[in-house]
């Protein structure tokens, strides 16, 4: 069965950094493209970070573009978000997805076929 299995949260300091990875088993990982959302209890999913298919191409949400960095390793199945210059706003649990779509990135939760078990970030003021 497919798994997506996120890793590297944890408690950071304002300013800090975290890099959270995302192994993905029983799909074909060059098939999909990837992306990060994050969830804050009471609120809905939101998206952060997606990579096509091919790695060509990437998208971010205003509220982390210039601090974020997403990246796939197609070799090891693995899905990655560099997080730079961390923020208290940006404490969630961080989700990995996988979305079958031929080109391009959604930022739409809906588009997603695949989810992680989410993986926790606190930002400490």
């Known amino acids: 069965q497919v798994q997506l299995v996120e890793s590297g949260g944890g408690l950071v300091q304002s300013g800090g950094s975290l890099r959270l990875s995302c192994v993905a088993s029983?799909?074909?990982?060059?098939?999909?493209?990837m992306n990060w959302f994050r969830q804050v209890p009471g609120k809905e999913r939101e998206f952060v970070a997606g990579i096509s298919r091919s790695g060509g191409s990437t998208y971010y949400a205003n509220s982390v573009k210039g601090r974020f960095t997403i990246s796939r390793d197609d070799a090891e199945n693995t899905l990655y978000l560099q997080m730079n210059s961390l923020k208290p706003e940006d404490t969630a649990v961080y989700y990995c997805?996988?979305?079958?779509?031929?080109?391009?990135?959604?930022?739409?939760?809906?588009?997603?076929?695949?989810w992680g078990q989410g993986t926790q970030v606190t930002v400490s003021s």
């Open positions: 029983g799909l074909t990982f060059i098939s999909y493209a």
């Open positions: 997805g996988a979305d079958r779509r031929l080109v391009g990135i959604s930022t739409s939760i809906r588009d997603i076929d695949y």
